[in-house]
Structures are given as structure tokens and as C-alpha cells.
């Protein structure tokens, strides 16, 4: 059974400090890597996607994928309250629908 | 409009209702899906479509009757619910059934079964 394992957290960390957030998969022959922000009581919202090993940079966000090690991860840089979300790492395997992970609850203090 | 679209927004329901939620994309794809979130549980799939047909159902309660007349509209149909039922039920859409490109969802409805 395909499973993306997350840790729950919560994660917290203080304004300003960079928020690593991780997300590991069991297919190897998984292509593509999403992750999504959910604010409480709302629904998820796709912040970043990658398909490639390697790094890849939108504003504060970086993604970062090792395909070898299975593992994919999100970076947040000068961390704000409002990124205090649940982050939900996605990962597709082919012809199947989405395997999303439980997620992992950010915390940012001010 | 632009996006998915989900309505109602709110649901409070009786367990002998009979209810519909309604969920409507603009964005030309071609697989739909239904998602419920419980309370601090992971979204679970419930039902797939690919250009209209059925293509996945997760061993739901025959209780939730999923409906998708055509590509860019899908519905579930909801009768005798059970208290436990109550959640955060989402639609999403995707260009194809394998999600390559990701999802996008809608707001969701928030369903209170009492």
C-alpha cells in the first residue's frame, strides 16, 4: 500500500527562523510532489509542486526532492504567524489518485 | 466564477434528511473527486470520476450516492446519515485521473449531521 508518512507536530518556531517541514513516500516509482497549505476549518490550497531532484525556489518557499533517499521536503524562510497552517505533503504514483499524508500542523510565534 | 466551486458552504441535517452538496469546476478538467475530513483525521477519498465515469469508490456507506452528469459538475447525494458522518466534505478537480499536475480543491462544505 502506498503511504506518505508526515510528522504531525505541532512544529513551532519563532517569527522570522526558517520552518523545515518533511514528508517521506514508499512508491519508488512516484512522479510527482505536491504540497499544500491548510488554514484551519479551511480547504487545502496548492503552494508548491515538484518533479525533479533537486530545489526548487517560489518566494519564501523551497521544495526539495531526493528521490533516492524518498523523501521530499518544504522550506519556509523568514516564517510568518500567518504560515501558521496545516502543511500537507502529496505525492502522485502514475495512473492512481493523489496519496496525501496526514499532515503537519506549523506553528509560527510572534 | 473561477476555480472549484462547492455548495452549500454550511449543512446541518436531520439523520432522516436527504440532502445534496453541489460542486461545480471552471477550469476544463477532466477528473473530479470527493474528499471527507474529520476532525484532526487525514482527508480520506471517497469517490473518483474521469470524464463522468466512476473510476473509484473507496468502500463507501451506500448512505453517500455520488452523481457527476458531466465533467465539470459532481454531486453527492446524502440520505440517513449517522452523526459520525459529520465532516468537512471536499470536491477537487485535476486536468486527468492521475493527478500529475495536482489538485485543486473547493472551499468545501461543513456538514453537521444532528
Known amino acids: 500500500q502506498k503511504e506518505v508518512e508526515q510528522n504531525s507536530g505541532p512544529l513551532s518556531v519563532p517569527e522570522g527562523a526558517i520552518a523545515s517541514l518533511n514528508c517521506t513516500y514508499s512508491?519508488?516509482?512516484?512522479?510527482?510532489f505536491f504540497w499544500y497549505r491548510q488554514y484551519s476549518g479551511k480547504s487545502p490550497e496548492l503552494i508548491m509542486s515538484i518533479y525533479s531532484n533537486g530545489d526548487k525556489e517560489d518566494g519564501r518557499f523551497t521544495a526539495q526532492l531526493n528521490k533516492a533517499s524518498q523523501y521530499v521536503s518544504l522550506l519556509i524562510r523568514d516564517s510568518q504567524p500567518s504560515d501558521s497552517a496545516t502543511y500537507l505533503c502529496a505525492v502522485n504514483s502514475g495512473n492512481t489518485p493523489l496519496v496525501f499524508g496526514k499532515g503537519t500542523r506549523l506553528s509560527v510565534i510572534a | 466564477e473561477t476555480g472549484v466551486t462547492q455548495t452549500p458552504r454550511h449543512l446541518v441535517m436531520g439523520m432522516t434528511n436527504k440532502k445534496s452538496l453541489k460542486c461545480e469546476q471552471h477550469?476544463?478538467?477532466?477528473?473530479m473527486y470527493w474528499y471527507k475530513q474529520s476532525a484532526k483525521k487525514p482527508l480520506e477519498l471517497m469517490f473518483v470520476y474521469s470524464l463522468e465515469e466512476r473510476v473509484e469508490n473507496n468502500s463507501v456507506p451506500s448512505r453517500f450516492s455520488p452523481e457527476c452528469p458531466n465533467s465539470s459538475h459532481l454531486f453527492l447525494h446524502l440520505h440517513t446519515l449517522q452523526p459520525e458522518d459529520s465532516a468537512l466534505y471536499l470536491c477537487?478537480?485535476?486536468?486527468?485521473?492521475?493527478?500529475?499536475?495536482?489538485?485543486?480543491f473547493g472551499s468545501g462544505t461543513r456538514l453537521t449531521v444532528v
Open positions: 512508491d519508488r516509482v512516484s512522479q510527482s
Open positions: 477537487a478537480s485535476s486536468q486527468d485521473s492521475t493527478g500529475v499536475y495536482g489538485y485543486t
Open positions: 477550469l476544463g478538467h477532466n477528473a
